[in-house]
Protein backbone atom coordinates (compact mmCIF):
# COMPACT_ATOMS: atom_id res chain seq x y z
CA UNK A 1 0.00 0.00 0.00
CA UNK A 2 1.85 3.27 -1.13
CA UNK A 3 0.60 5.61 1.22
CA UNK A 4 1.30 3.56 4.26
CA UNK A 5 4.66 3.80 6.28
CA UNK A 6 7.46 2.19 5.43
CA UNK A 7 7.55 1.12 9.11
CA UNK A 8 9.76 -2.12 8.96
CA UNK A 9 12.46 -0.21 6.79
CA UNK A 10 12.53 2.24 9.99
CA UNK A 11 12.42 -0.58 12.39
CA UNK A 12 14.63 -2.65 10.80
CA UNK A 13 18.28 -3.24 12.44
CA UNK A 14 20.26 -1.02 9.86
CA UNK A 15 17.49 1.59 10.46
CA UNK A 16 17.61 3.06 13.38
CA UNK A 17 15.11 5.71 14.63
CA UNK A 18 17.26 8.47 13.46
CA UNK A 19 15.45 12.27 12.30
CA UNK A 20 16.73 11.43 8.84
CA UNK A 21 14.92 7.57 8.50
CA UNK A 22 12.08 9.38 10.39
CA UNK A 23 11.63 12.00 7.59
CA UNK A 24 12.66 9.71 4.73
CA UNK A 25 9.92 7.35 5.65
CA UNK A 26 6.64 9.85 6.47
CA UNK A 27 3.96 10.15 4.71
CA UNK A 28 3.99 12.39 1.84
CA UNK A 29 1.60 15.02 3.58
CA UNK A 30 3.79 14.89 6.91
CA UNK A 31 7.01 15.67 4.76
CA UNK A 32 5.52 18.80 3.38
CA UNK A 33 4.39 19.67 6.80
CA UNK A 34 8.44 19.38 8.33
CA UNK A 35 9.56 21.21 5.06
CA UNK A 36 7.51 24.15 5.57
CA UNK A 37 8.23 23.69 9.54
CA UNK A 38 11.75 23.46 8.54
CA UNK A 39 11.33 26.72 6.02
CA UNK A 40 9.43 28.65 8.45
CA UNK A 41 12.41 27.98 11.43
CA UNK A 42 15.55 28.98 9.13
CA UNK A 43 13.54 32.08 7.88
CA UNK A 44 12.32 33.28 11.61
CA UNK A 45 16.04 32.88 12.52
CA UNK A 46 16.71 35.13 9.59
CA UNK A 47 14.68 37.88 10.97
CA UNK A 48 15.96 37.17 14.02
CA UNK A 49 19.39 38.52 13.34
CA UNK A 50 18.29 40.87 11.14
CA UNK A 51 16.32 42.88 13.51
CA UNK A 52 19.11 42.17 16.27
CA UNK A 53 21.85 43.99 13.81
CA UNK A 54 19.03 46.82 13.48
CA UNK A 55 17.93 47.52 16.48
CA UNK A 56 21.60 47.30 17.90
CA UNK A 57 22.83 49.98 15.66
CA UNK A 58 19.83 52.07 16.05
CA UNK A 59 20.37 52.12 19.97
CA UNK A 60 24.27 53.22 18.60
CA UNK A 61 23.03 55.99 16.28
CA UNK A 62 20.79 57.22 19.17
CA UNK A 63 23.35 57.26 21.76
CA UNK A 64 26.05 58.98 19.13
CA UNK A 65 22.97 61.52 18.10
CA UNK A 66 22.05 62.37 21.73
CA UNK A 67 25.76 62.74 22.86
CA UNK A 68 26.32 65.85 19.55
CA UNK A 69 22.91 67.17 20.70
CA UNK A 70 23.02 67.94 23.49
CA UNK A 71 27.47 68.93 23.95
CA UNK A 72 26.09 72.84 22.72
CA UNK A 73 26.92 72.51 19.07
CA UNK A 74 24.92 74.78 17.10
CA UNK A 75 21.99 73.23 15.93
CA UNK A 76 21.72 75.02 12.35
CA UNK A 77 25.48 73.60 12.25
CA UNK A 78 24.63 69.85 13.12
CA UNK A 79 21.31 70.19 10.36
CA UNK A 80 24.05 70.83 7.58
CA UNK A 81 26.54 68.26 8.76
CA UNK A 82 23.24 65.24 9.19
CA UNK A 83 21.55 67.12 5.97
CA UNK A 84 24.47 66.16 3.86
CA UNK A 85 24.66 62.10 4.45
CA UNK A 86 21.13 59.68 4.81
CA UNK A 87 19.76 60.26 8.48
CA UNK A 88 17.68 57.51 10.47
CA UNK A 89 16.16 57.10 13.53
CA UNK A 90 16.45 60.45 15.96
CA UNK A 91 19.01 62.29 13.68
CA UNK A 92 16.37 61.63 10.77
CA UNK A 93 13.46 63.31 13.36
CA UNK A 94 16.11 66.16 13.78
CA UNK A 95 16.70 66.69 10.03
CA UNK A 96 12.84 66.54 9.16
CA UNK A 97 11.94 69.08 11.95
CA UNK A 98 15.04 71.86 10.98
CA UNK A 99 14.14 71.77 7.36
CA UNK A 100 10.86 73.11 8.24
CA UNK A 101 12.55 75.21 10.59
CA UNK A 102 14.90 76.43 7.99
CA UNK A 103 11.98 77.00 5.71
CA UNK A 104 10.31 79.58 8.12
CA UNK A 105 13.05 81.47 8.17
CA UNK A 106 12.63 82.51 4.12
CA UNK A 107 9.22 83.68 5.23
CA UNK A 108 9.16 87.37 5.87
CA UNK A 109 5.20 86.65 7.47
CA UNK A 110 3.42 83.21 9.00
CA UNK A 111 2.11 82.33 12.28
CA UNK A 112 4.51 80.75 14.61
CA UNK A 113 2.17 78.80 16.88
CA UNK A 114 1.12 77.58 13.08
CA UNK A 115 5.03 76.86 12.50
CA UNK A 116 5.28 75.07 15.30
CA UNK A 117 1.91 72.83 14.51
CA UNK A 118 3.80 71.95 11.20
CA UNK A 119 7.25 70.93 13.25
CA UNK A 120 5.53 68.44 15.61
CA UNK A 121 3.49 67.12 12.62
CA UNK A 122 6.54 66.44 10.72
CA UNK A 123 8.63 64.84 13.83
CA UNK A 124 5.33 62.47 14.46
CA UNK A 125 5.47 61.62 10.66
CA UNK A 126 9.00 61.04 11.13
CA UNK A 127 8.40 59.01 14.43
CA UNK A 128 5.51 56.88 12.38
CA UNK A 129 8.17 55.68 9.41
CA UNK A 130 10.82 54.75 12.17
CA UNK A 131 8.31 52.51 13.98
CA UNK A 132 7.68 51.04 10.79
CA UNK A 133 11.13 50.31 10.15
CA UNK A 134 11.82 48.55 13.44
CA UNK A 135 8.51 46.65 13.08
CA UNK A 136 9.12 45.14 9.96
CA UNK A 137 9.32 41.23 9.55
CA UNK A 138 7.90 41.08 13.10
CA UNK A 139 4.34 39.66 12.14
CA UNK A 140 5.78 37.15 10.40
CA UNK A 141 7.48 36.09 13.56
CA UNK A 142 4.11 36.48 15.50
CA UNK A 143 2.60 34.14 12.90
CA UNK A 144 5.01 31.68 13.28
CA UNK A 145 4.65 31.47 17.16
CA UNK A 146 1.23 31.50 16.65
CA UNK A 147 0.49 28.59 13.77
CA UNK A 148 3.76 26.56 13.63
CA UNK A 149 2.78 24.55 17.06
CA UNK A 150 -1.09 23.69 15.24
CA UNK A 151 1.03 22.86 11.73
CA UNK A 152 2.76 20.44 13.45
CA UNK A 153 -0.39 18.99 15.27
CA UNK A 154 -1.65 18.46 11.96
CA UNK A 155 1.69 16.51 10.59
CA UNK A 156 1.53 14.60 13.81
CA UNK A 157 -2.02 13.55 13.71
CA UNK A 158 -2.02 12.66 10.06
CA UNK A 159 1.25 10.55 10.96
CA UNK A 160 -0.73 8.63 13.56
CA UNK A 161 -3.71 7.96 11.05
CA UNK A 162 -1.38 6.19 8.52
CA UNK A 163 0.82 4.46 11.55
CA UNK A 164 -2.68 2.99 12.41
CA UNK A 165 -3.27 1.88 8.35
CA UNK A 166 0.25 0.56 8.81
CA UNK A 167 -1.14 -1.43 12.01
CA UNK A 168 -4.63 -2.54 10.68
CA UNK A 169 -2.63 -3.68 6.82
CA UNK A 170 -0.25 -5.74 8.48
CA UNK A 171 -2.29 -6.90 11.55
CA UNK A 172 0.61 -6.92 13.96
CA UNK A 173 0.43 -4.62 17.11
CA UNK A 174 3.81 -5.10 18.07
CA UNK A 175 5.99 -2.25 19.55
CA UNK A 176 8.55 -2.53 16.21
CA UNK A 177 5.74 -1.94 14.16
CA UNK A 178 3.91 0.52 16.52
CA UNK A 179 7.02 2.90 17.53
CA UNK A 180 8.45 4.22 14.05
CA UNK A 181 5.38 5.77 12.54
CA UNK A 182 4.63 7.23 16.62
CA UNK A 183 8.01 8.92 16.39
CA UNK A 184 7.34 10.15 13.08
CA UNK A 185 4.23 11.89 13.98
CA UNK A 186 6.00 13.30 16.92
CA UNK A 187 8.68 14.65 15.20
CA UNK A 188 6.39 16.80 13.02
CA UNK A 189 5.19 18.59 16.82
CA UNK A 190 8.69 18.50 17.74
CA UNK A 191 9.61 20.33 15.08
CA UNK A 192 6.73 23.12 15.32
CA UNK A 193 7.54 23.85 18.69
CA UNK A 194 10.92 24.45 17.67
CA UNK A 195 9.64 26.79 14.72
CA UNK A 196 7.40 28.25 17.63
CA UNK A 197 9.32 28.55 20.49
CA UNK A 198 12.27 31.25 19.07
CA UNK A 199 9.90 32.95 17.21
CA UNK A 200 7.56 33.59 20.41
CA UNK A 201 10.74 34.44 22.34
CA UNK A 202 12.51 36.71 19.76
CA UNK A 203 8.57 38.59 18.90
CA UNK A 204 7.94 38.81 22.92
CA UNK A 205 11.69 40.72 22.84
CA UNK A 206 11.72 42.73 19.93
CA UNK A 207 8.35 44.15 20.54
CA UNK A 208 9.87 45.96 23.59
CA UNK A 209 12.91 47.24 21.57
CA UNK A 210 10.57 48.63 19.84
CA UNK A 211 8.59 50.39 22.57
CA UNK A 212 11.45 51.73 24.07
CA UNK A 213 13.15 52.69 20.61
CA UNK A 214 9.73 54.47 20.46
CA UNK A 215 9.93 55.89 24.24
CA UNK A 216 13.49 57.73 23.09
CA UNK A 217 11.90 58.93 19.92
CA UNK A 218 9.12 60.61 21.17
CA UNK A 219 10.99 62.08 24.30
CA UNK A 220 13.37 63.47 22.31
CA UNK A 221 11.04 65.07 19.94
CA UNK A 222 9.00 66.70 23.59
CA UNK A 223 12.33 67.92 24.26
CA UNK A 224 13.54 69.55 20.95
CA UNK A 225 10.04 70.62 20.28
CA UNK A 226 9.98 72.57 23.85
CA UNK A 227 14.00 74.03 22.38
CA UNK A 228 12.23 75.20 19.25
CA UNK A 229 9.14 76.87 21.22
CA UNK A 230 11.59 78.79 23.35
CA UNK A 231 13.39 80.13 19.80
CA UNK A 232 9.49 81.15 18.46
CA UNK A 233 9.05 82.90 21.40
CA UNK A 234 12.07 85.46 22.04
CA UNK A 235 11.36 85.71 17.97
CA UNK A 236 8.31 87.30 18.87
Known sequence: MENLIDSTAIASPTGELSLVNLFLHAHIVV?????GLIAASV?????IVDRTLVYSRSRRQMNRFEKVFWSGHSLDDLYRTLSSRPATSMAAMFVAAMREWQRSQDRTSGSFMGLQMRIEKVMDVTVSREIERLERRLMFLASVGSTAPFVGLFGTVWGIMTSFQAIAASENTSLAVVAPGIAEALF?????????IPATVAYNRFSSEVSRHTARLEGFADEFSAILSRQLDERM
Open 31 to 35: KIVML
Open 43 to 47: WSWAI
Open 188 to 196: ATALGLLAA
